[in-house]
């Protein structure tokens, strides 16, 4: 039984780039939730998905930052055009049912690098 | 905002000791949750604990609640070496969980 996977493990982009991160959820997981951690600091939500559907973008910038979590297939969390400001490391949780009431499982994340 | 503030920002033990860290937050919550993460991985779930309850276990692990004083603490008894990492705490209201900024707990051999 899988836990939550994400590829890439590592990530480097320059400046002006595209990345594309992806998140397969836990095995009957339909709730998929994206983080971003800066060096010596705690996780700062993004968004929250459940399949098809954007529930919270609270957290996104609203430029250049996209995610999306379609029927089949993993859920993408896609940053266009790099700044370095980017860099961190993104994790992606998911949970058998929705918002903070039950508990995360979290992937390993993706340490973004733009260079 | 409702973000948990966690206290000390780093604690440094020996082996066999106890371990106490605080986590302080601003608003109604529905629960409250730990997390560890050991450098450069991801989060481990370790307990949650309800906003209708006062205390939860689970192995060496003691988690209360005071919701009169919005806080929370986490023990950890008869540490290990295997306990080094950053413990965070998250509150849940009606949103996605909010972290505090974690304590950077090491134990030394």
């Known amino acids: 039984n899988a836990g939550v996977m994400q590829n890439p493990r590592h990530l480097v982009r320059r400046r002006g780039q595209e990345a594309r991160l992806r998140c397969s959820p836990m095995?009957?997981?339909?709730?998929v939730y994206w983080y971003r951690q800066l060096p010596e600091e705690g996780l700062k939500f993004m968004v929250y998905?459940?399949?098809?559907?954007?529930?919270?973008e609270s957290g996104m910038p609203k430029e250049r930052f996209s995610a999306e979590f379609p029927k089949e297939g993993p859920s993408i969390l896609r940053i266009q055009q790099v700044v370095r400001g980017d860099s961190a490391a993104y994790f992606c949780a998911s949970s058998l049912r929705g918002l903070g009431n039950y508990e995360q499982y979290f992937g390993p994340g993706t340490r973004l690098t733009v260079t | 905002s409702q973000q948990g503030e966690e206290d000390p920002q780093a604690l440094s033990i020996q082996e066999g000791e106890n371990a106490t860290m605080n986590c302080s937050y601003k608003?109604?919550?529905?629960?409250l949750q730990w997390y560890r993460q050991n450098s450069g991985r991801g989060l481990v779930h370790l307990i949650l604990i309800r906003s209708n309850e006062r205390e939860k276990h689970s192995g060496r692990l003691r988690v209360t609640l005071d919701t009169s004083k919005k806080s929370s603490s986490l023990l950890i008894t008869a540490s290990r070496a295997a306990d080094t990492a950053s413990y965070f705490c998250?509150?849940?209201?009606?949103?996605?969980?909010?972290f505090g900024k974690g304590t950077r707990l090491s134990v030394i051999a």
């Open positions: 608003t109604s919550i529905n629960n």
């Open positions: 998250a509150t849940a209201g009606n949103t996605p969980l909010v």
């Open positions: 998905l459940q399949k098809e559907n954007i529930i919270d």
């Open positions: 095995k009957g997981h339909s709730h």
